[in-house]
């Protein structure tokens, strides 16, 4: 059995809010099993991974790790939602790979920003926000940089200095927005006090246009992150 099936057991269970005696009885197996299973100790046969599917409604390629739609689907670079026009005009030039990539980025994008509007915390969003410039700024100068002809000038940062700069920073950025995510403070910035509860189904529920691109990029960095363990 692959790694994600015991995490995504779990996970069906904890969002469905019930106890591991509960799911057991209702999969018809001893809550021993079960919890070997959702541990990984234990690999489970196809009868058991069909039963649970039907049981959590999910499809078994969900359940599998294989696609993060619960529905199964695989997500196809035409039936992402796009605000900008122009995205259909572009993808002439080559790869849809850039195409597909920006859309998953601005989607979710629109999912979080709208969960740092409904956390109405200043702070905390200053320090997402600063995150996320980051990394566009990264990723932007890299680029820009690769050509030797294009004027440093552009940059007040020398280029000797912009990694361990943007590293520093991104760090500094992402452990405070953590601590104001967990609630605490920093000086006169309040911490969140009442943080919205997430799940899948809420994601799916609020954001119908855009929660797949969110979930396939979850999905994607957490393979590029477990594939350097």
Excluded at 52 to 80: H, N, Q, W
Excluded at 197 to 202: A, C, M, N, P, R
Aim: glycine share 6%; with cysteine; aromatic share 8%.
């Amino acid at each position: 059995m692959n790694t994600a099936f015991p995490r995504i057991l779990t996970l069906l269970r904890k969002e469905r809010g019930i106890s591991q005696k509960k799911a057991s009885q209702e999969l018809k197996i001893s809550q021993a099993l079960l919890s070997h299973y959702e541990k990984g100790i234990r690999e489970c046969g196809l009868e058991f991974v069909v039963r649970a599917a039907d049981f959590y409604s999910v499809s078994c390629d969900y359940l599998l790790g294989r696609t993060p739609d619960k529905s199964g689907a695989m997500i196809a670079v035409d039936e992402i939602p796009e605000n900008d026009p122009s995205v259909k005009d572009n993808m002439f030039r080559g790869s849809v790979l850039p195409v597909l990539n920006k859309k998953l980025v601005i989607n979710s994008l629109q999912i979080i920003f709208d969960l740092l509007q409904r956390c109405n915390n200043k702070a905390l969003t200053t320090e997402a926000s600063s995150a996320l410039m980051l990394a566009v700024y990264s990723v932007f100068r890299q680029l820009y940089s690769a050509n030797p002809k294009n004027p440093e000038a552009l940059f007040s940062l020398p280029s000797y200095l912009h990694l361990p700069a943007v590293t520093g920073e991104f760090a500094r950025t992402s452990a405070t927005l953590g601590h104001l995510a967990a609630g605490g403070n920093i000086g006169d910035d309040q911490g969140l006090q009442n943080p919205p509860l997430i799940s899948t189904d809420t994601i799916a529920a609020n954001y119908p246009l855009f929660a797949s691109s969110l979930f396939n990029l979850l999905k994607s960095a957490e393979t590029k992150l477990n594939d350097k363990k």
